[in-house]
């Protein structure tokens, strides 16, 4: 029939029937579901093909991208005004007109310029003392003396009588001996000292040269580890040479070891410019640089502006001339580094890109309406309504996208918000950002996260804001005190009443938009759980009608699952709703399903292993295909094609091992995938126990708790929760709710012997 019609007729017969559909999941993700409507004229093909497209649109980084633009963009034109310099003109040599105080506190260069000059001048140089280079000299002379030694060791004379002198009456010559001993040096030092040394040094005798050796070595060391500047070496080497004059030393020996001394004893005290610049350094880092303070007075009304103070007036960006840009090129900064950390932020989420983006656009959205209320707020402020920023709601946003999204997304726009309220607020403030605004919309938003704790958000959001009146109010007195400040009565009253409306709209604000969002973004809201839970709904009776047994599984299934997902903070209610649908696959074949098969031969039973399996695992697949049909929300349709996850199909599995088929163990599991959330795990495990306990014949406590912890184990090894948040603390608590429940509804029943013998006398 459609097709037939042209023009508004068709759309709107179109947006009826996507209206009883849910239009907000006609688009799958962010507000394309009436836009397709239009667009389509009507034709069902062509509509789903814009959402397709336009789907994929989202999905892309470009999108992303320009959405994060666009809000950098409008941030920066919202705080514009608020960096852009006041200015005042002021002529030299003539008085000022008014009081004029620094908006910022800047630097003078000039007078900490002059303040680290006079520093440094009284900088003494560093001279550093080599203390390495007397071990040096000592090992010099020290190895000097040993290979002397050894050539005499090396030339024993040829004929030595019993008390004849030393004297060198070697078969080899002096000259030989000297280059021998040179031969065991190095060139340089054969270089540096004179040839009378080695000679010397040849024609002693061992003994002689061990006393000369000590000596000398002593002497060296002593003047070496002493100071010697560059003009006190030549008095080192004369300290020496007195010392070793005075020594038991005798002839030749004695003037070699002074030649020696004095060759070796160098400077050791050097100019150390590392140092010398480390402690200039020091001082100039100690030198407080000089400032023009926020606040400070720079002229008053009526005083000559001279050039001490114009240069000021300079230095601060106050005078008429002065067009600078540096405000717009640091707010221009701040956006640019928001929307690189928020594209950074979002896209390291470990989330499909569909929620990414459906998390962004909801993120920026509400972040587009907060600043603009804190712009709307900040254009009353004045002399007259001073503080008027503790009225902004500072915790409407941060409570807000918590319930639409996450802790995560929530804290990052509150950090944003009180960044840029800081800047927007400063209307009345000595400089450019107001801080205590900013940390007051901080703490606030924070405070709003923190108590929106339980899943029950809208039942909670109302006295969360109740709380949040005295969290505000809490913050505003603790600033005023750590100010210091004179105030009346009047002005606490006026705090108070800005606190209990901060927190009142915040709840208001959050309670009036949530629906809009719920259904422009296509979020599973409270609300459309109960729709979907209602047994009228088509296809809960068609499940009904179909599959009665089935029907009975689901709702049995769904009372497990919920108390097990409440006891673990999870969402119950998606969890019994998503239970009553999770097995409409069955509808397909109800009959291959023995809980549908009253008074009838299993059919399983004649079909090979192979064609079961195929049956069994499609109803995971026949269902999700079902629900998408009819637009069930996402998280419904993952709830029926994951709670199976990849399990095996033991059963069929074994018959066709019995009957001899060489199968593989991967053909005789679900396909999957595994259970993505918390929710889904549960309900796995929840639907598996209800199955099994209902085939005991006669359950008891111990029997269920064994089955349940046999069924959690098994998952667990076969790692079917590998791919969700749940925790084993969690699965504990999990198994304590289903045995608890379990027990409640196949509790023990008390005899009533009176009413049996009565029964039975009737009977006779």
């Excluded at 008085?95 to 900490?112: L, S």
């Excluded at 030595?160 to 021998?180: F, I, M």
């Excluded at 040269?209 to 006190?232: G, H, W």
């Excluded at 595994?674 to 099994?692: F, M, N, P, R, Y």
Aim: net charge negative; aromatic share 8%.
């Amino acid at each position: 029939m459609c097709h037939t019609l042209v023009g508004v007729p068709c759309v709107t017969l179109w947006i009826r029937t996507a209206l009883r559909q849910d239009v907000a999941h006609l688009a799958v993700r962010p507000l394309p579901g009436l836009l397709a409507l239009f667009v389509g004229g009507g034709n069902l093909n062509t509509i789903n093909a814009y959402l397709t497209k336009l789907k994929d649109l989202l999905g892309l980084k470009v999108f992303q991208i320009v959405l994060l633009l666009f809000l950098g963009v409008f941030s920066y034109a919202v705080m514009y005004s608020n960096v852009k310099p006041e200015k005042i003109t002021v002529e030299l040599f003539k008085p000022a007109e008014q009081t004029i105080i620094a908006g910022k506190t800047v630097e003078d260069t000039y007078k900490t310029e002059q303040e680290k000059n006079d520093t440094v001048k009284q900088v003494s140089d560093v001279y550093t003392l080599k203390k390495e280079y007397a071990q040096n000299k000592v090992d010099l002379v020290d190895s000097i003396f040993d290979s002397a030694i050894e050539v005499m060791n090396e030339t024993p004379p040829a004929h030595q009588k019993p008390g004849d002198s030393a004297k060198p009456d070697d078969h080899l010559s002096t000259d030989k001996k000297v280059e021998l001993l040179k031969g065991k040096l190095t060139d340089e030092v054969n270089n540096e000292l004179p040839s009378h040394i080695f000679t010397a040094l040849v024609e002693a005798a061992e003994a002689d040269l061990q006393i000369a050796k000590d000596v000398t070595v002593t002497v060296v060391n002593n003047v070496m580890s002493t100071r010697i500047p560059a003009d006190e070496v030549e008095n080192a080497k004369k300290r020496a040479e007195e010392e070793l004059r005075f020594s038991s030393l005798k002839g030749e020996l004695k003037a070699a070891s002074i030649a020696l001394a004095r060759n070796v004893i160098i400077q050791n005290v050097f100019f150390d410019r590392e140092k010398t610049e480390e402690q200039r350094q020091e001082a100039l880092e100690s030198v407080e640089p000089v400032k023009i303070l926020q606040g400070q007075i720079i002229v008053v009304e009526g005083q000559l502006v001279d050039r001490e103070i114009y240069r000021k007036l300079e230095l601060t960006g106050v005078l008429e001339g002065d067009k600078t840009i540096q405000p717009f090129v640091g707010l221009a900064i701040i956006i640019i580094l928001t929307v690189a950390a928020l594209y950074y932020f979002f896209n390291t989420a470990e989330e499909s890109n569909d929620f990414k983006t459906n998390h962004l656009i909801i993120f920026i959205v509400v972040f587009l309406i907060a600043i603009s209320i804190m712009k709307t707020i900040s254009l009353f402020s004045g002399d007259r309504f001073a503080n008027l920023g503790y009225f902004f709601p500072a915790a409407m946003a941060s409570m807000i996208i918590k319930i639409l999204s996450n802790e995560r997304y929530a804290a990052a726009a509150t950090i944003l918000l009180a960044g840029f309220g800081t800047i927007i607020f400063n209307e009345g403030s000595t400089g450019v950002l107001d801080i205590p605004i900013g940390l007051y919309i901080l703490f606030s938003g924070m405070a709003g996260i923190i108590i929106l704790t339980s899943r029950n958000f809208k039942a909670r959001i109302l006295p969360a804001g109740l709380a949040l009146s005295f969290v505000n109010f809490a913050l505003i007195l603790a600033f005023l005190f750590i100010s210091d400040g004179q105030y009346s009565k009047m002005e606490f009253l006026y705090y108070f009443a800005a606190a209990l409306l901060s927190g009142l709209l915040s709840s208001v604000l959050t309670i009036g938009l949530l629906p809009f969002f719920e259904a422009g973004f296509g979020i599973l809201s409270t609300m459309k759980l109960i729709e979907l839970s209602n047994p009228n709904h088509p296809l809960l009776r068609k499940i009904l009608t179909e599959s009665p047994g089935t029907y009975h599984h689901s709702i049995m299934v769904a009372n497990l699952a919920e108390s097990a997902c409440e006891a673990i903070g999870a969402n119950g209610l998606l969890a019994r709703v998503g239970c009553y649908y999770h097995d409409i696959g069955k509808t397909k074949r109800p009959q291959f399903f023995i809980e549908n098969q009253m008074n009838i031969d299993n059919p399983h039973d004649r079909l090979p292993p192979a064609t079961s399996r195929d049956i069994i695992i499609a109803h995971a697949t026949d269902g999700a295909e079902i629900l998408r049909k009819h637009r069930l929300p996402r998280e419904i349709v993952d709830i029926a094609e994951q709670h199976h996850g990849t399990t095996l199909l033991k059963y069929f599995y074994h018959k066709a091992t019995k009957l001899g088929e060489d199968v593989n163990e991967d053909y005789y599991r679900y396909p999957g995938p595994k259970a993505q959330t918390k929710e889904i795990a549960v309900i796995g495990i929840a639907d598996s126990v209800e199955a099994a306990v209902r085939s005991m014949a006669q359950p008891t406590a111990e029997k269920i708790e064994n089955l349940v912890v046999s069924i959690i184990s098994d998952r667990l090894h076969d790692h079917q929760f590998n791919e969700c948040d749940i925790t084993m603390r969690e699965l504990q608590i999990v198994k304590k709710s289903l045995c608890e429940t379990l027990n409640g509804i196949f509790h023990s029943r008390i005899e009533y012997p009176e009413f049996q013998k009565t029964e039975q006398k009737v009977k006779i």
